[in-house]
């Protein structure tokens, strides 16, 4: 007999199914799903806890005339099955044939590609309010969980959507977890809700002027897919309060939420991961025992994190270690830059830690509310560069975003000893606020000349003394600039000058003036981010009315998703042979 999960090609077919083969279904998806992400890895408990609700979803309401938006988008793994791309799921062959978020070029079930998160009530409320502008009457439905309601823009989205009057439904997704434990007060009702099964006087979704409903368990495809047929078409904002179990029929994955959020391959019986490499010293955990040795000894250092605790390594037990010292302010990295600042300017010395990709939600703060009022606080970049991921979550853009904010100082560490006296420096100096974009995820090491303070003006590092040529290598690409560095000696004879410049947002204006006048012909830049507005340009700026060639080298302006290193490096002649080529064809040898 065929499994019912065979039928299934499209929504449509769904709406033939009973309500027992539909809870069959779900119990197949499950089983898949556990089999594919063992065989690919992802995120785990997100998208075994939404398997209800997306068959939920797609039973009751007409996508794509209904409009689905997911926050954050990790959770649409169920949705993505249902929706043409079902092989995806089932062939072994096909799994990596989709991204991990949702994407429009894959199917017109997917209304926008999303990876960041607290965007989706936003962005219903657009195609609420462009429907209602045209006379539309389709439901317009966002999905929101994994502590996407801690953002600030869910909060605008949330007041904006409230006064709409009109059909928008925002699906809350609870599972009582972010990434980590989840914080703040809308927590706090969220918890009081679940505990009165909705009945509680104090309800925010209620004081906004939502229509509310709380489904004690989203898992119960019968329960949920009730809650989902008395809004349809409802001609009001409406708020469904769901319950769900993070890494719901996987019992590792119940058993510890946070550090099955994502996990790579993995085998299913035991959940052991597939492919366990050897322990290596990485920037996350180093960071974590400095930071930790420093917050014992000086109270006033506060470790801050956006939802991503572990990007700082701070796992639960040393989370717990520092309960008035950690502060995990959700997923707000506005909010987190912008209380950086105001710990600082009262005395405090806070480290705010987070990933490349989502530095540019925070802009704004960092620019106003840190870098206008010379706040000292200290922000570590992490997993900055061009890596093999999904479009959403590039970290080649935080260069460019960040160097030419006035008052900021940018750093680029080469090494650990670098890394690690940057941030000493950074935590103890009183008049700039500092970011670090730390090299890379495990470390390195290196005879750097180190420096006491690393104040305005810039001084870059002399490694190799040359001549003809002179090698800028920002950065974790520094280890590339030693490679070009000795392929031009031992090939062709060029004893090059390697420069370590550690500053991304300023030059050293007395040694580039000096280059030419010991025998550069040509400055070559090399950065792990796109060139377009970045160092390397600072560069060519400077020299832009002299004789001096400059070559950059870096990533191009766009969006790429999963492509590997190898290939983006080849792409951007970012090897060293491809390099030395286009250094030799631009002195005409």
């Excluded at 299934?8 to 769904?14: E, G, R, S, W, Y």
């Excluded at 999905?143 to 009109?166: H, K, P, Q, R, T």
């Excluded at 209620?206 to 119960?220: E, H």
Aim: aromatic residues 8%; glycine residues 10%.
């Amino acid at each position: 007999m065929c499994k019912i999960l065979d039928k299934i090609n499209t929504p449509k077919d769904l709406k033939t199914l009973s309500e027992n083969e539909l809870v069959k279904l779900c119990g197949e998806i499950r089983e898949q799903m556990i089999v594919r992400l063992g065989a690919t890895g992802g995120h785990v408990g997100s998208n075994l806890g939404m398997i209800e609700a997306a068959v939920a979803l797609h039973y009751v309401f007409d996508s794509p005339a209904d409009k689905i938006i997911f926050d954050v988008s990790h959770q649409c793994y169920a949705h993505k099955l249902l929706t043409g791309r079902k092989a995806a799921y089932t062939d072994p062959d096909k799994f990596f044939s989709v991204s991990g978020f949702t994407n429009p070029d894959e199917s017109e079930h997917d209304i926008f590609s999303v990876g960041h998160t607290s965007t989706a009530i936003s962005l219903a409320c657009g195609l609420a309010k462009g429907r209602d502008l045209k006379g539309g009457k389709n439901n317009v439905i966002a999905v929101v969980g994994d502590g996407a309601l801690s953002g600030g823009e869910a909060f605008e989205g949330l007041n904006n959507a409230a006064a709409l009057g009109s059909n928008i439904i925002i699906v809350i997704n609870d599972n009582d977890m972010s990434i980590a434990e989840n914080h703040g007060g809308i927590y706090q009702n969220l918890r009081l809700l679940r505990e009165t099964e909705g009945k509680a006087d104090c309800n925010l979704f209620r004081a906004l002027g939502f229509d509310y409903s709380f489904v004690r368990d989203g898992n119960d495809l019968y329960n949920i897919m009730d809650a989902l047929k008395n809004v349809k078409g409802a001609a009001h904002p409406a708020v469904i309060h769901m319950c769900t179990v993070k890494g719901k029929g996987y019992r590792f994955a119940e058993a510890d939420r946070e550090n099955w959020h994502y996990m790579g391959p993995f085998d299913v019986d035991t959940g052991k991961p597939l492919h366990e490499k050897p322990p290596v010293e990485t920037y996350e955990a180093l960071t974590a025992l400095f930071l930790s040795d420093r917050m014992k000894k000086d109270p006033a250092i506060t470790a801050i994190t956006a939802g991503t605790p572990k990007v700082l390594g701070f796992g639960k037990e040393l989370r717990e270690q520092f309960p008035e010292q950690f502060v995990d302010v959700g997923i707000a990295e506005g909010h987190a830059v912008a209380m950086a600042s105001g710990i600082a300017k009262s005395g405090g010395k806070p480290v705010f830690g987070l990933s490349s990709s989502f530095l540019q939600r925070a802009y704004d703060q960092l620019s106003q509310d840190l870098a206008l009022n010379h706040s000292p606080a200290v922000i570590l970049v992490f997993f900055a560069g061009i890596a093999q991921g999904s479009q959403t979550h590039m970290g080649v853009f935080d260069i460019s975003l960040a160097m030419n904010i006035p008052n900021l100082i940018y750093l680029a560490p080469s090494c650990k000893e670098e890394y690690f006296s940057m941030l000493d420096w950074g935590l103890n100096q009183k008049k700039h606020p500092v970011m670090i974009r730390v090299p890379g995820v495990e470390t390195s090491s290196r005879d750097a000349a180190l420096l006491s303070e690393y104040a305005y003006p810039a001084r870059y590092e002399i490694v190799k003394q040359g001549t003809i040529v002179a090698i800028l290598a920002l950065g974790n690409f520094f280890a590339l600039g030693e490679g070009v560095y000795e392929k031009l000696k031992e090939e062709y004879g060029i004893h090059a000058t390697l420069i370590n410049p550690r500053y991304i947002s300023a030059v050293d204006e007395e040694m580039l003036q000096a280059l030419p006048g010991h025998g550069h012909r040509l400055v070559v830049t090399l950065e792990d981010g796109v060139t377009d507005g970045g160092f390397g340009e600072k560069i060519a700026r400077f020299y832009g009315s002299s004789s001096m060639k400059v070559l950059n080298f870096g990533a191009k302006k766009e969006f790429v998703n999963h492509v590997t290193v190898e290939e983006q490096y080849n792409r951007y002649h970012l090897t060293a042979t491809q390099i030395v080529s286009d250094i030799l064809n631009a002195l005409g040898i």
